[in-house]
Nanobody
Framework: QVQLVESGGGSVQAGGSLRLSCEASGPTFSSFGMGWFRQTPHLEREFVAAIDWIMGTTYYAESVKGRFTISGHGAKNTINLQMNSLKPEDTAIYFC?????????????????????????WGQGTQVTVSS
């Protein structure tokens, strides 16, 4: 089965940086994009960032714009999340996820990249803790 494995989480002081990575393994599958979400015990799952493999367009939550950068390789279905200027409110478990489907214009224009229900495969998550 397809597996997504995150790495790079850890603890850092406010203002610091971390880089998360996510790699897909298992059977080959067709994906047109991947994304990062995060969750805390008290909040629902929250969209962080996404990238589509069709045009390379990136999407960000307002709360992380200018601080986080998503990148990746569509041929390998791997993504990274460079997180700078971290704040205590960024503390959460971070999950990567993959959108299954063909790299078509239809998928690109009809998908809500911020909606977790659009994603087929999910990783187990990696903890990020930012102390003040």
């Amino acid at each position: 089965q397809v597996q997504l494995v995150e790495s790079g989480g850890g603890s850092v002081q406010a203002g610091g940086s971390l880089r998360l990575s996510c790699e897909a393994s298992g059977p080959t599958f067709s994906s047109f994009g991947m994304g990062w979400f995060r969750q805390t015990p008290h909040l629902e799952r929250e969209f962080v960032a996404a990238i589509d493999w069709i045009m390379g367009t990136t999407y960000y939550a307002e709360s992380v714009k200018g601080r986080f950068t998503i990148s990746g390789h569509g041929a390998k279905n791997t993504i990274n999340l460079q997180m700078n200027s971290l704040k205590p409110e960024d503390t959460a478990i971070y999950f990567c996820a993959a959108l299954e489907g063909s790299r078509s214009a239809e998928n690109m224009y009809t998908t809500n990249y911020a909606d977790g229900d659009e994603y087929t495969y999910w990783g187990q998550g990696t903890q990020v803790t930012v102390s003040s």
